[in-house]
């Protein structure tokens, strides 16, 4: 590990375990419920908590892995598979993650990080202001917007 690393963890939404696992379980559940004139196969059960279990692997993946790394000039995103890395002189401005979409985090309270010429990412570090401030100290330039609390 570099001198110069510094890792950012993600901020987790309390409710987020929770709907993992409503939805993992709603599977078996609804088999179950669901009325049929002969028994569920047990080859649709296995498929069922097969999903279920790849699903739980997966989303435990992400939990355990999603963190923002600033490692030298680079800026690493990394959650579960997903790997980005963007250097930082190319982050042009961090403002309020207002899109509700897909991102490399683990909360709704989010930044979007622009960078490049048309691209953007949503991050949710759990500590935003020392994010912020390790990225400008390396990055003096970049535009901060609608973020005055996190200066």
Do not use: C, H
Not at 67 to 89: C, E, F, H, M, Q
Not at 112 to 123: A, H, M, N, P
Not at 141 to 146: A, Q
């Amino acid at each position: 590990m570099q001198s110069d690393e510094l890792t950012f963890s993600s901020k987790v939404d309390a409710w987020i375990p929770g709907v993992v696992i409503v939805s993992v379980l709603a599977s078996p559940v609804i088999v179950f419920l669901a009325p049929a004139r002969k028994p569920v196969a047990s080859t649709t059960w296995m498929i069922v908590f097969g999903a279920g279990l790849f699903t739980l692997a997966l989303v435990g993946w992400m939990f355990a892995t999603t963190a923002y790394v600033i490692s030298g000039p680079d800026l690493r995103l990394k959650s579960g598979p997903v790997r980005i890395t963007i250097p930082i002189n190319t982050i042009t401005r961090i403002g309020r993650g207002s899109i509700v979409g897909s991102a490399i985090a683990l909360s709704l309270s989010r930044i979007e990080i622009q960078y490049g010429r048309f691209q953007s990412v949503l991050i949710s570090p759990k500590d935003p202001r020392a994010f912020i401030q390790a990225i400008l100290a390396r990055a003096p330039n970049v535009t901060i917007e609608d973020l005055d609390e996190y200066r």
